[in-house]
């Protein structure tokens, strides 16, 4: 299984402030994905980074790719309300095929 | 891309009965995927629906408990059968569109409480 493992398992912050999410995983990937779930309703793709980058930006967001320690991170700055939601992680084999989620990490951003 | 439409949004049912739910998407996709999120949890995958043949199951997932359709490559169903209140989930069907770098589409969500 290379099943994504993420901490902190729940995270609490106040609004402006940025949040961290680690995701740990056990083999070679092709790449790793990060989603959003909003209240139990269906994941959003957040962002993608393939095994051959080491870092990647959209808008608010930026993640890390450390394949020697089978790990990343996802940076959300200047957090908001609205950015309260459950964070995974996702990786894909070799094919990009057979996605495994990470537990999730519960995000609360307090205004 | 690819935009779907899931149903129902939630429901609650008697143990003992069954539940078919509904995923529908815009466009012609070869992979659709059905998973089950238990309380508090992360994504567990339950089958991959084929087009013109029998669903893949994961292990510990049966086909007598989860009936899977996939009658053509826009629409499958996945019927949660002799339902107890271990069932109690939200369950999501996803899709893939192809390719090394593709990401997962979501339909909303059911939530399913079985009492």
């Known amino acids: 299984s290379q099943q994504g493992e993420e901490d902190p398992q729940a995270l609490s912050i106040q609004e402006g402030e940025n949040a961290t999410m680690n995701c740990s995983y056990k083999t070679s990937i092709n790449n790793l994905q990060w989603y959003r779930q909003n209240s139990g309703r269906g994941l959003v793709h957040l962002i993608l980074i393939r095994s051959n980058e080491r870092e990647k930006h959209s808008g608010r967001l930026r993640v890390t790719l450390d394949t020697s320690k089978k790990s990343s991170s996802l940076l959300i700055t200047a957090s908001r309300a609205a950015d309260t939601a459950s964070y995974f992680c996702?990786?894909?084999?070799?094919?990009?095929?057979?996605?495994?989620f990470g537990p999730g990490t519960r995000l609360s951003v307090l205004p | 891309s690819a935009v779907i439409s899931q149903k129902p949004s939630r429901d609650i049912c008697q143990r003992g009965t069954s539940l078919t739910i509904q995923c529908q998407v815009d466009s012609q996709v070869t992979m659709m995927f059905w998973y089950r999120q238990q309380p508090g949890q992360s994504l567990t995958l339950i089958a991959t629906?084929?087009?013109?043949?029998?669903?893949?199951?994961e292990s510990g997932f049966v086909i007598d408990k989860f009936p899977i359709s996939r009658p053509n490559l826009t629409f499958s169903t996945l019927t949660v059968s002799n339902m107890s209140p271990e069932d109690s989930s939200i369950y999501l069907c996803?899709?893939?569109?192809?390719?090394?770098?593709?990401?997962?589409?979501f339909g909303q969500g059911t939530r399913l409480t079985v009492v």
């Open positions: 629906a084929n087009q013109g043949s029998e669903a893949t199951y």
């Open positions: 996803s899709v893939t569109t192809g390719g090394a770098d593709t990401e997962a589409f």
């Open positions: 996702a990786t894909t084999d070799n094919y990009g095929q057979n996605f495994v």
